[in-house]
């Protein structure tokens, strides 16, 4: 990457946050960002999409060795036994039970990002500096807000079907004008407050070559990953978008000779208060919908309320 | 507690396993267990239940030191930073962010057991061995079919309230006549598929005092603790419910003199195949339906995928 | 504790530090600190103090539940098993193996403080700026140094034994005279490069009570604990005296109405370079050298080499 | 492998067990094996081996991603911090600290085996059920004997250096004409009760290569490894070798085919009660021993003890 770039980069991120801040609009003391869209009413809406009663879970099972890189800085799951069924059999008594640890970082699989998850220019979302993140956890901006109340209608958009390919090209960018002519050639439209699941078919491409390595960040090296372009910022706020998940590693689209800056992490979480939701597993959903062309469900998503998290490990559900 | 009370809780849990197992039931392979019962149909009659749109988490927060007595087996849950905003503020650059990791027992907080957690003479559900649970974890009958199923229509009954006390008496067993006379009070239908959740307030009541240390097992010692008691089974297996959830520990009953044996889970988990949920926080449920007599709702709880898991921590939402 | 006190501990703080720093005298790259004073030459004085190959271990046994009290911020240890004999029974094989994970504070049990582990005024020892620890770790002042080279002569001060009671009150402050008549009357001498193991009888005294909730710190609140005064540091420094360890949490006295400074701590690691290990069992080699009158010996006590590491935990042996 | 190998392997061990066990030779309750070995003499002897003072670790670094190969069942060293130096700069008070936690596999870098690590038809040292280690830990046979006297007069016996290599081929296997041709060479006598480090130059060579994909179990497969026979057990029966220590993942010959039996670890911890540590760096103790042509040393290596642990994380210092 050349100066000129990284400078490029760091202006237009600038120039995103001015432009399409939340910083106050629900408030100072807010800590829920675009979740504030969803209301109860927003959710009545969700519940009537519910058609034929199925689920679909979105989460990536949690196992040893997956879906980070060996070298991430970020833990896979551990699952260690403190009573087994072994355990059990050599006592020799009428009854007896088993037990388990559970071990991860927190955005190791599935999850949502906290509005404490990212810094830009020493803050975070709606004003607050990024030292309220103290290895105490997160004082504000949290992911507990997020864990009361994350269930609305969600919206999957499926690029990749769109363009008649499994999976996107890891160098590729999703555009506004995909996205609207997905949508529209999915006969579905986008409201306010909803969860927008983009699908760029990269989780199902690496799980299917085992090609992990080339998934996660490594060291100090970001991987290549399709998603969405800074550029559809302004068309999410536009459209007062709730959340955005996608089944990659970040959301956002990640090219060659990034300069380790992420726009949509860093004006969508930290000055919009978007909530980002990372390794949605979209396959068998994307496949439900392409089958009955019914493409918005009520997606139930509770994180685990992490006092202090800065992420949220969840089981994602769609119920159509 | 003499032999003979032994011998008798011995006795009565080998008979009830007799008239209630469900073993062979929904196949040979089947791992689900009552979770057979939730058909598409009754999550579109669940669907049906959401008349305002509010959420309710029914989950306890995620924090060190609860709610595990000191000397309990379980581990509380331990949240650790593994990059802060401190540490952002230290590096100066235009960007930075925050990561965490989680440790702790599955069963630490608000979960469902799997049906590997529990053996009976040495089987576990549907009749397999118990050394099908290693420490690699369950082989069979792990938390996994459950996560990518579990939202059905659930339904409170409040029996503190029913029985006009904040919270029922440390050894109170709750009977059959006592749950069909607090349902009959709060005018609501108890239908197959169905997730019980029984409010006995004694979760709330520890929260207020602070007396964890009386809350859960501590070494050896089994806390007491109001719940349902085993005559329960035959009644919740004539209705065929899917699941049951409780706040308090362990769902049943646990009276003084307990020789270690705990029926309901015993005969629930093992011989019929029953959902147990645990440690889930009710009071704020009951306030909102106590309002508006309102005692059925879409229950949105599918806990975390972990392979091999045998108990899954979940965030549950009512959505009402 | 009164304004004035808070301030007066302060400006002694100060005081202390500008008369006894060693920054800059090993150099100003040097991390060993006093460590430097444990040259070949006196761990083959060390190695001569051998005279009859007796062992005597200083380490707490690792176990759940101790010597943590309930609210403390560091975790004990905990021992999980991956592998155990019971499944190897299941599997009826030829061979088979157990294995085990550990987790704990590194500070948890015995260990000696890293130089990296306190900060005064925004520096660490050498005239580093605090910001090198991060959550990544300690960039300088790590424990590694400690780890290769932690072998010299230990000299046993027995103040318990001293004053003929099996543990020194809770807020009693050992001073110098105390640790002269003490030596004195053990007819031992200190020299260069010693490390000196200071017995006040408090972790006898809190194992035979099971008192481990008045042991450590709980919350925000230090313990009452008997120790070394901020008075003895300038003794130390003029003895060049290489570590001190204490049979207590802390090392130094720490009396009621303490604001929350630790002089010893402040002056000693963050000025001095001095080397402090913590939770050291005294009682059996107290007994062993009452017993035979010989109180010097073979410490080895090199702690595992954590990379970036703020402690070390160890098992230091006496060979005498 | 073919059948016939299995079968001859399986004969071979059973042989070697009838013709080297130890069982009873320290009596029934005896849980220390052939550290039995060690006693005050012995220890004496080591102490006069120590001739210029000087202190080598033996220990690998504790760090992230080593040594284990990617998909090991053994957990790599985790560092977390609780507290740091960014936190203590964001709260502008006149002292502050940091804290860590460190979370391994016990046996995940250089360690000692506990004789409850390893077992041959149902049974573990001196004739114990394996059902003795549960998921609680071990009851018997744990490494807590261990952790109150490891220290002895260490022999290193260059094997690579014997044969002018840096290090051994990965199927070499390390003959008893080897060795004793090598101490020979050296000048240096074993003794009853000493502990012998075997180099092979397999870790350096690794470090060096950064090739730790080859070095340990990865899956369930095995690594080639160079390291001594199982015909070298005879050899350590009869000089009454206390503990024998390599710089490679498992002591003994790893070779092509090997059907997943391990005779030095089931003939040796199992029937002999010879303690073995593996992962011990030896390069640079190995170059001090050339230099001065000295091979024998006090070789001080208690590890934590860990109640109930299978294995006992060490620093081992060589002081010469």
Redesign the interface.
């Given at each position: 990457m050349t100066e000129t770039r990284a400078e490029s980069i760091?202006a237009r991120?600038d120039s995103l946050a001015r432009e399409l801040s939340n910083w106050g609009r629900w408030g100072a003391d807010d800590e829920l960002g675009t979740l504030n869209l969803v209301?109860?009413?927003?959710?009545?809406?969700?519940?009537?999409c519910?058609?034929?009663?199925?689920?679909i879970?979105l989460?990536?099972?949690?196992?040893a060795?997956v879906p980070q890189a060996?070298?991430s800085?970020?833990?896979n799951?551990?699952?260690?036994?403190?009573?087994?069924?072994?355990?059990?059999?050599?006592r020799d008594r009428?009854?007896?039970?088993?037990?388990?640890?559970?071990?991860?970082?927190?955005?190791a699989a599935t999850h949502w990002d906290a509005l404490?998850?990212?810094?830009?220019?020493?803050r975070?979302y709606n004003d607050r500096?990024?030292?309220?993140?103290?290895?105490?956890?997160?004082n504000a901006n949290s992911i507990?807000p997020v864990?009361?109340?994350m269930?609305t209608r969600g919206v999957l958009v499926d690029v990749a079907r769109h363009h008649r390919v499994d999976a996107l090209a890891a160098d590729h960018e999703v555009t506004v004008a995909e996205l609207e002519a997905a949508l529209d050639g999915q006969r579905v439209e986008l409201r306010a407050g909803d969860a927008l699941l983009v699908r760029t078919g990269q989780l199902g491409r690496i799980a299917a070559a085992q090609a992990w390595s080339e998934y996660t960040e490594s060291g100090d090296r970001l991987p290549l990953e399709p998603g969405i372009g800074a550029d559809c910022l302004p068309w999410l706020r536009e459209h007062d978008v709730a959340a955005v998940a996608c089944d990659n590693w970040a959301v956002e689209h990640l090219g060659a000779g990034n300069p380790?800056?992420?726009p949509v992490?860093?004006v969508g979480i930290v000055h919009m208060g978007l909530l980002l939701g990372e390794n949605f597993e979209l396959d068998e959903l994307a496949a439900a919908c392409a089958a009955d062309g019914r493409y918005d469900f009520?997606l139930?998503a509770?994180?685990?309320?992490?006092?202090?998290?800065?992420?949220g490990?969840?089981?994602p559900?769609a119920?159509r």
């Open positions: 760091d991120i209301t109860a009413e927003k959710r009545l809406e969700a519940a009537r519910v058609a034929t009663g199925e689920t879970s989460a990536l099972e949690l196992r060795g060996p070298r800085p970020r833990l799951p551990q699952h260690l036994m403190t009573e087994t069924g072994t355990d059990a059999a050599a009428a009854s007896g039970y088993s037990d388990d640890v559970l071990t991860m970082s927190v955005h404490a998850h990212v810094f830009h220019r020493g975070m500096p990024c030292t309220e993140v103290t290895s105490a956890g997160a507990v864990a009361r109340r269930a380790g800056r992420l992490h860093e009520l139930a509770a994180p685990l309320p992490v006092l202090g998290g800065v992420g490990a969840v089981n559900v119920i």
